[in-house]
């Protein structure tokens, strides 16, 4: 078995024991990402080994890994379907999670963006001028005082009970956290973990057909 063929050059052709090994080793390879390494840092901060260097680094190492571990997928599964003699065309599922993850880490990555900016500006007026930004807040704190004690009139007659769950925005008095940590770091991280659940239905397919696809009988191994 060549394995730089096998995981790297999509025309040609494994059969089924070839390509089971190739797909444990990139499930093993995620899983490492995921449970091994951060098993490690774990041991490592019991010892008293500073890690939160390690700990950001793994982020987004665990990202690239899932997303080369994906095409390196594709590959392997477009040799087995040739050798099977079936469309190339079923590998695109497995681009389905990644794609899905790529999509659901943009649009974070966007929304996050734009409140940034947003707490960004408000961080600026702030250091522009404190007491005028106090002020502010002193009128906006009154102005919320009357508007709550009119819900909560509102929901009495209504007979409701007038709960209500919000995110604290953010004060500009307060240090306002660099951008990577509180844009790129969750929205890579939520990049892999939709891979991983979206991955749970696909792993099914993939083992269940694609491994056991007959192999025709003119198979010519690349």
Do not use: C
Not at 61 to 66: I, M, Q
Request: no cysteine; aromatic share 12%.
């Amino acid at each position: 078995m060549n394995w730089l063929t096998t995981l790297f050059n999509p025309i040609g052709k494994t059969p089924s024991l070839a390509f089971t090994r190739a797909w444990t080793l990139l499930f093993l390879a995620r899983f490492f990402m995921i449970f091994g390494a951060g098993f490690l840092l774990m041991i490592l901060g019991l010892s008293g080994v500073n890690t939160d260097g390690l700990a950001v680094s793994l982020i987004y190492f665990t990202g690239l890994v899932f997303l080369l571990t994906s095409m390196l997928s594709l590959v392997i599964h477009i040799r087995r379907l040739n050798d099977a003699g079936r469309s190339s065309l079923w590998a695109m599922v497995i681009l389905v999670p990644l794609l899905l993850g790529s999509s659901v880490a943009i649009v974070g990555i966007t929304r996050d963006a734009g409140e940034y900016a947003k707490n960004y500006n408000a961080r600026a007026m702030y250091l522009a001028d404190p007491e005028a930004w106090r002020a502010q807040q002193k009128n906006r704190q009154a102005s919320s005082a009357i508007n709550d004690d009119t819900d909560r009139a509102d929901s009495e007659w209504s007979g409701r009970g007038g709960s209500r769950s919000f995110k604290a925005p953010y004060r500009a008095d307060t240090e306002l956290p660099a951008q990577e940590i509180t844009v790129l770091r969750p929205n890579i991280r939520t990049f892999y973990l939709v891979i991983m659940l979206v991955s749970a239905f696909v792993v099914p397919w993939s083992l269940l057909w694609v491994a056991r696809l007959p192999e025709r009988g003119d198979t010519d191994i690349d």
